[in-house]
């Protein structure tokens, strides 16, 4: 079974920073990838798809990878600021159609 | 405005009671997903529906229920059979083909009183 982990599982910084964030799977056979942010008692937003044939993906500050071979994807954000607070979810598309989501990296940007 | 509508937006049930969870779609989407969310975990995908009049169940089904009649609606069922139905419910849309893109409702906060 598939299975998502998602490094940190939170993190609080002070404005401006660069930041990475980590999601790997345990099986490798995913068709994409999706990175949503999830604000407190709201739904998901999407930010970034990485499609099948596509490595990177960038919007903005953002910039997420993802690496096939091995499973793992990486969001890239720059110049943090204290409206990127929020939860970030990765969730692979899985041959049986459906999408796999991690547990999430709560962020918290300090003014 | 394209997207994804849930309703209501927090709905309360008692011990025994059955519920039902709307999500509609205007988006033109084959796929439907109904997913589940407690504190501090991961979403958990309970049924998912790729066409009209078909769905699937997902990694925790056991005392919920869904239908696909119209290819814009997918509600979810809430069972008395569910002894623990406290949670955030999230429902999502997509195409079918393999680069397909979710997009998700804003959620029902169901809570058992």
């Known amino acids: 079974k598939q299975e998502v982990t998602q490094i940190p599982a939170a993190l609080s910084v002070p404005e401006g920073e660069n930041l990475v964030l980590n999601c790997s799977f345990t099986?490798?056979?995913?068709?994409?990838l999706q990175w949503f942010r999830q604000d407190p008692g709201k739904g998901l937003t999407s930010l970034l798809l990485?499609?099948?044939?596509?490595r990177e993906q960038t919007s903005g500050r953002l910039n997420a990878s993802l690496d096939k071979s091995s499973g793992r994807s990486t969001l890239y954000i720059a110049a943090s600021q204290p409206g990127d607070s929020a939860t970030y979810l990765c969730?692979?598309?899985?041959?049986?159609?459906?999408?796999?989501f991690g547990p999430g990296t709560r962020l918290s940007v300090l003014p | 405005d394209g997207g994804i509508t849930q309703s209501p937006k927090y709905l309360f049930r008692k011990e025994g009671q059955n519920v039902t969870l709307s999500c509609e779609q205007n988006?033109?989407?084959?796929?439907m997903y109904w997913y589940r969310q407690d504190p501090g975990q991961g979403l958990r995908l309970i049924y998912y529906?790729?066409?009209?009049?078909?769905?699937q169940k997902g990694d925790i089904a056991e005392g919920y229920s869904v239908s696909r009649e119209k290819k814009e609606s997918f509600p979810l069922t809430v069972t008395s059979a569910q002894k623990n139905p406290t949670a955030f419910y999230l429902c999502?849309?997509?195409?079918?083909?393999?680069?397909?893109?979710?997009?998700f409702g804003q959620g029902t906060r169901l809570t058992v009183v």
């Open positions: 988006l033109n989407h084959d796929a």
């Open positions: 099986d490798s056979a995913i068709y994409n």
């Open positions: 529906s790729q066409i009209v009049n078909d769905f």
């Open positions: 990485i499609q099948s044939s596509q």
């Open positions: 969730a692979g598309l899985n041959y049986g159609q459906n999408f796999v």
């Open positions: 999502a849309s997509s195409t079918t083909d393999r680069n397909v893109e979710a997009f």
